[in-house]
């Protein structure tokens, strides 16, 4: 099975900070990796997908980028409502998620 | 707009069986491969099941092997999870998840969940 890693678990952080999440498959899963956001009692929600696509109406704040084993989420001006759990994924295989990182407030 | 709205969550012992249901609205149903995934109490999301738009392929985490059937009445627009042999640690929020092609891929849409108790 694909394992996925991501780092750190929890990312302090202010308003306005540039941040990067980072998430490592244990083999090559090509460009197919997702990025979720969740909030506390909420479902959660897709941010981008196959690796770099935007998903329709997400801010143009988030982007991502990699391929084969190693991905970043950077988030450029961090903004209030961007205070979450965020979770990659990758499709190569199934769908294993990484442990997750939480931004918090610094 | 999209709407997917599960139930058949509840409290079940050890050993039991449950089965999930998930109603979709708003999108052509049989077009789109579907997840089940769960979050156990404070606890990170777990792909479960993944089902293909047609039916005809079924995938399951390796957790769940042997014990959980997905399936889905494209008539009905529903998907289902069929639970059995449930054990402590299948206690969860399972959601149900629209991916965004016949195929498993990524998960656009997601339900509000509905939770699973597993206890004796």
């Known amino acids: 099975d694909i394992q996925m890693t991501q780092s750190p678990s929890t990312l302090p952080a202010s308003v306005g900070d540039r941040v990067t999440i980072t998430c490592r498959a244990s083999?090559?899963?090509?460009?197919?990796l997702a990025w979720y956001q969740q909030k506390p009692g909420k479902a959660p929600h897709l941010l981008i997908y196959?690796?770099?696509i935007l998903e329709s109406g997400v801010p143009s704040r988030f982007s991502g980028s990699g391929s084969g084993t190693e991905f970043t989420l950077t988030i450029s001006g961090l903004q209030p409502d961007d205070f979450a759990t965020y979770y990659c994924q990758q499709y190569s295989t199934y769908g294993t998620f990484g442990q997750g990182t939480k931004v918090e407030v610094k | 707009e999209v709407q997917l709205l599960e139930s058949g969550g509840g409290l079940v012992q050890p050993g039991g069986s449950l089965r999930l249901s998930c109603t979709a609205s708003g999108f052509i149903f049989s077009n789109y491969a579907m997840n089940w995934v769960r979050q156990a109490p404070g606890m990170g999301l777990e792909w479960v099941s993944g089902i293909s738009g047609s039916g005809d392929k079924t995938y399951f985490a390796d957790s769940v092997k042997g014990r959980f059937t997905i399936s889905r009445d494209n008539s009905k627009k529903t998907l289902y999870l069929q639970m059995n042999s449930l054990r402590a640690e299948d206690t969860a929020i399972y959601y149900c998840?629209?991916?965004?092609?016949?195929?498993?891929?990524?998960?656009?849409?997601w339900g509000q969940g509905t939770l699973v108790t597993v206890s004796s």
């Open positions: 083999e090559s899963v090509s460009s197919w």
């Open positions: 196959k690796a770099s």
């Open positions: 998840a629209k991916t965004k092609n016949i195929v498993l891929v990524a998960s656009d849409y």
